[in-house]
């Protein structure tokens, strides 16, 4: 945890070390990096920087692995993309295509599922605050499950569903209360946090939801948090889930499904890559024998490694007094969010071989925003950079694009999809005209200066 998110401590791996944990990316002396089989600077010639770049070949081979591996644990374990993680279209078509269905928190995140051809009855519909709207949209469309966050929720549920003629299939998440050892922000099952049904009021709230009309209790949900890095914070939360199946079985109430959650963490720095086959023994070893069926809905570990953010270096601006030079690049926390908000740490290299191979420095490498937050990197060692050089940030297909904004009136970026040696934009660059469409000037500031 203290490797992903600090942007401090020890020593950041080196061009050659970042290389050596990607096998989708190499670099080539004439080519320069290259992801999949397609060169950068190909891209960034087309189109400029900032360019968001996902690659579908990375995608396919991440989804097979964990899908082998619970299928090798002996484990029928439905893959529910969390879409929150990236909601492009074409991503959730590839991954479609290989038997995902979808995690969802909004009606919109429904409606992009299901325009990406995923059927409403695979896929689940998870949140804290889903509206009735929502709810009404999920039922009507033949949602496979509603993951219900509170005992508020689930009479608001019975009542929408009622009203519209429909049952809703129904999971409570629960918050089994364990610490999963990542990021405050990003941890969701502890007592605290605003996520899930507490652990005591479970049994009974289950038993309420069999009782009340438009409602099929169906099963269990959770999910403690995300980038995860050790197995024991979800061996602790599946034992308990596991404890509460029996109870409500012992109430003679049905549990039918549980939902395992998502979470797995991924190898941005120094960290282990959460291994799908770790997860999947523990998922065997905890709930393997309540004859459930089981689902998992991971979102960081299929898609942040299949994805790049493309940038160029605006100037290098002298440190004050001998401190590291600033790096500015073109990209900024409104392209890439996760430096500013969670300190997240991302691999930087040069799209040039030249360049890659520059003797090190240390820099602070930052984006152009009026924020002092708007920094990718304190500190880092990086070959040295000069103006017009191109880098790639890293391991950015996950809550990266779908995190963007405009803020400073920055158009969001262009996107690609390469897929072996065939690039795609899949994304065009926003035109910046289009910042502005929707405002609306009251009439009165129109009238010529004077009349009244
Ligand atoms: C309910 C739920 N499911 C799935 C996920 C996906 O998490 P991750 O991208 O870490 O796999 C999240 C995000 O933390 C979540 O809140
Ligand atoms: N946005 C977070 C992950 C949030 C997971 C959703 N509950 C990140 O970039 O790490």
Not at 20 to 49: K, Q
Not at 80 to 96: E, Q, S, T, W, Y
Not at 321 to 333: K, S, Y
Not at 356 to 375: I, K, L, R
Request: charged content about 20%; overall charge negative.
């Amino acid at each position: 945890m203290a490797d992903t998110f600090s942007t401090h401590p020890g020593q950041d791996p080196t061009v050659q070390d970042l290389l050596a944990a990607r096998p989708a990316l190499s670099m080539h002396a004439i080519d320069g990096l290259v992801f999949e089989d397609v060169p950068l600077n190909a891209i960034a010639d087309a189109l400029g920087t900032p360019t968001w770049v996902m690659g579908a070949r990375t995608l396919r081979t991440r989804y097979h692995r964990l899908d082998r591996a619970m299928r090798d644990a002996g484990l029928d374990v439905d893959i529910h993309f969390a879409v929150k993680a990236n909601d492009h279209l074409a991503v959730l078509k590839i991954l479609r295509a290989q038997g995902a269905g979808a995690d969802v928190v909004s009606g919109g995140e429904l409606r992009r599922a299901m325009a990406a051809g995923i059927p409403a009855n695979e896929i689940v519909f998870s949140g804290v605050g889903k509206t009735r709207a929502e709810m009404e949209l999920a039922l009507h469309h033949g949602i496979a499950r509603i993951n219900v966050e509170s005992a508020e929720e689930l009479e608001l549920l019975s009542a929408a569903a009622v009203a519209c003629g429909r049952t809703a299939p129904v999971a409570l998440r629960i918050n089994p209360d364990v610490d999963a050892g990542t990021h405050a922000k990003i941890t969701t099952g502890l007592a605290g946090n605003k996520f899930g049904i507490p652990y005591d009021r479970a049994v009974d709230l289950y038993a309420r939801a069999a009782s009340l009309p438009g409602i099929h209790a169906a099963g269990i949900a959770v999910h403690i948090g995300s980038q995860i890095e050790r197995m024991q914070p979800y061996r602790a939360a599946y034992a308990r889930v596991a404890e509460l199946v029996r109870a409500i079985r012992a109430r003679g109430l049905g549990v039918e499904v549980i939902d395992c959650g998502g979470g797995l963490g991924i190898s941005y720095r120094h960290e282990t890559e959460g291994a799908p086959e770790a997860l999947a023994h523990a998922i065997r070893t905890e709930l393997g024998d309540l004859g459930t069926r089981l689902e998992i809905e991971p979102g960081r570990w299929l898609a942040g490694p299949a994805g790049l953010l493309l940038s160029t270096v605006v100037l290098r601006k002298r440190g004050y007094d001998g401190m590291p030079p600033f790096i500015v690049l073109d990209a900024a926390m409104n392209d890439l969010a996760r430096p500013s908000l969670y300190d997240a740490w991302h691999g930087i290299i040069p799209l040039s071989a030249r360049d890659a191979v520059a003797p090190a420095e240390q820099v602070h490498v930052v984006g152009p925003v009026c924020e002092s937050g708007d920094t990718f990197g304190h500190d880092r060692t990086l070959p040295r950079l000069h103006d017009g050089a191109r880098v790639a940030l890293l391991d950015t297909g996950a809550y990266g694009m779908v995190m963007s904004s405009t803020y400073n009136a920055r158009a969001m970026a262009a996107q690609v999809l390469v897929d072996g040696a065939r690039w795609d934009v899949i994304r065009a660059r926003q035109k910046i005209e289009t910042l502005w469409e929707c405002d609306i000037i009251p009439e009165t500031l129109t009238r010529p200066a004077g009349a009244e």
